[in-house]
């Protein structure tokens, strides 16, 4: 199989083209190409434009074709921010949370991120790859060719680097791309409790060396946080992990206000994610230094807490990306049309916005805008048409998944309408 495909007549090609964050009101220009065509060859797009003047150049007969008549045709979703490695569920703390308990209050007491401590701690790594795999091929069915997925499940050595290590396996084994994060310090362990700032040490001193020596993360994320970590030793912990070769993320001001977004913009983060309680000054600092607000409406829905204030924050000229932030505690959900409804109806992003956030926005807030994200000649081929004519039914048809094939590297890896996954 040589993996060349060719992609015609789509009532909308959504290429999103653009090769970095798009800030502010760019995010509403979508760059559609009607009736338009995109080839892929050798896991590569090649062309893209017309129909009329993409088929006049190639060799038809030389490429797998799919005719796209009626239907709207987008880049791969990057789902850039989640917690999808781990062991056990906490379906009671939802239950909790409904009779009135807070997510804080839950964790406070030992449950929450550390319940899942102990279940991944436990978990083979055999077990871990096959929830894993299942959760990639549900995520795929969404239309997500690229997730980001972070450690944070272990908080000690070996866990953490055995959640990295299924990461590396399933990258390898599955055809949706992982991009991996360490998330040591996402909250603190029993065995240092009174102890953060020896453990921010041990994180620095033992973890993150094993780490960066065998290329197990890209980049490194802390859990900023009133009671959990603070803005000081966040600093110290990232501006260390920096300085090993990793790339910064931040899960900043989700709770409370700390000013996780100002350190993000200090420091030059990739992206600073959740912004519930972001400030004045730090959605501005995040405009002016294209750091991206990752937002995840899934969770702030979930935890019945205030949305982030996406429509402010791209009025600003905020680069803002969305992902469902996947995780057993606080979001179990991986639906990405839920994510779309959320962020169109609660947080007032345009459907173009939201196309974008999901697109190449979410490619910058993982580095990866100059290879994935849009529909642009020497990109990966990953593409997804949809089952609809128009890019639009994508909230409209709400926590419904759209999505009828996806092209993961030129080749067909999901098709509905085979009601398979086609690449096992
Ligand atoms: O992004 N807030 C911290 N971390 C996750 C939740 C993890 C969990 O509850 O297991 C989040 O919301
Ligand atoms: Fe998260």
């Known amino acids: 199989?040589?993996?060349?495909?060719?992609?015609?007549?789509?009532?909308?090609?959504?290429?999103?083209?653009?090769?970095?964050?798009?800030?502010?009101?760019?995010?509403?220009?979508?760059?559609?190409?009607?009736?338009?065509?995109?080839?892929?060859?050798?896991?590569?797009?090649?062309?893209?434009?017309?129909?009329?003047?993409?088929?006049?150049?190639?060799?038809?007969?030389?490429?797998?074709?799919?005719?796209?008549?009626?239907?709207?045709?987008?880049?791969?979703?990057?789902?850039?921010?989640?917690?999808?490695?781990?062991?056990?569920?906490?379906?009671?703390?939802?239950?909790?949370?409904?009779?009135?308990?807070?997510?804080?209050?839950?964790?406070?007491?030992?449950?929450?991120?550390?319940?899942?401590?102990?279940?991944?701690?436990?978990?083979?790594?055999?077990?871990?790859?096959?929830?894993?795999?299942?959760?990639?091929?549900?995520?795929?069915?969404?239309?997500?060719?690229?997730?980001?997925?972070?450690?944070?499940?272990?908080?000690?050595?070996?866990?953490?680097?055995?959640?990295?290590?299924?990461?590396?396996?399933?990258?390898?084994?599955?055809?949706?791309?992982?991009?991996?994060?360490?998330?040591?310090?996402?909250?603190?362990p029993k065995e240092y409790k009174e102890r953060k700032d020896e453990y921010i040490d041990f994180m620095i001193q033992k973890v993150i060396p094993k780490i960066t020596d065998r290329q197990l993360a890209e980049f490194c994320d802390i859990f900023?946080?009133?009671?959990?970590?603070?803005?000081?030793?966040?600093?110290?912990?990232?501006?260390?992990?920096?300085?090993?070769?990793?790339?910064?993320?931040?899960?900043?001001?989700?709770?409370?206000?700390?000013?996780?977004?100002?350190?993000?913009?200090?420091?030059?983060?990739?992206?600073?994610?959740?912004?519930?309680?972001?400030?004045?000054?730090?959605?501005?600092a995040l405009a002016d230094t294209g750091v991206v607000a990752t937002l995840l409406p899934g969770t702030a829905f979930g935890l019945k807490e205030p949305y982030a204030r996406g429509r402010y924050m791209i009025d600003q000229n905020c680069a803002v990306a969305l992902a469902t932030d996947f995780n057993p505690g606080s979001c179990f959900s991986e639906s990405i049309p839920l994510v779309f409804a959320l962020a169109t109806l609660y947080m007032n992003l345009s459907i173009e916005e939201a196309v974008t956030a999901f697109t190449i926005n979410g490619a910058a807030a993982i580095d990866r805008a100059d290879t994935i994200g849009s529909i642009d000649v020497g990109k990966s081929g990953d593409v997804i048409i949809l089952e609809y004519p128009s890019y639009q039914y994508i909230p409209y048809h709400i926590g419904v998944s759209t999505v009828e094939k996806v092209i993961k590297n030129g080749k067909l890896v999901f098709d509905k309408g085979r009601s398979e996954r086609t690449h096992t």
């Not at 908080?155 to 791309?177: A, F, G, W, Y």
């Not at 931040?250 to 996780?260: K, N, P, R, T, Y």
């Open 224 to 284: 900023c946080e009133k009671g959990v970590f603070s803005v000081e030793q966040s600093k110290r912990l990232l501006v260390q992990a920096r300085n090993a070769g990793l790339k910064i993320k931040i899960h900043a001001d989700e709770i409370v206000q700390l000013g996780g977004t100002e350190l993000a913009a200090e420091l030059g983060a990739i992206s600073a994610d959740h912004l519930l309680h972001a400030s004045e000054s730090g959605i501005k």
């Open 1 to 188: 199989m040589n993996n060349n495909i060719l992609i015609k007549h789509a009532s909308q090609l959504i290429t999103c083209s653009g090769f970095q964050a798009k800030q502010g009101k760019a995010m509403s220009d979508l760059h559609t190409i009607e009736d338009g065509a995109v080839v892929i060859e050798n896991a590569m797009i090649t062309a893209v434009g017309k129909s009329e003047t993409v088929l006049a150049k190639i060799d038809e007969a030389k490429f797998e074709s799919i005719d796209a008549n009626g239907k709207a045709v987008l880049p791969g979703f990057v789902d850039s921010h989640t917690h999808f490695i781990f062991g056990g569920y906490r379906a009671e703390e939802f239950s909790w949370r409904l009779r009135g308990d807070t997510y804080m209050a839950i964790m406070n007491r030992g449950g929450g991120i550390n319940n899942t401590v102990q279940a991944t701690r436990i978990a083979s790594k055999k077990e871990l790859i096959e929830s894993g795999k299942k959760r990639l091929d549900s995520m795929l069915s969404f239309g997500v060719t690229t997730v980001e997925g972070k450690s944070g499940y272990g908080l000690d050595s070996e866990t953490e680097i055995k959640q990295l290590e299924v990461m590396k396996e399933l990258n390898h084994r599955h055809p949706v791309d992982i991009v991996s994060t360490f998330l040591g310090a996402h909250a603190v």
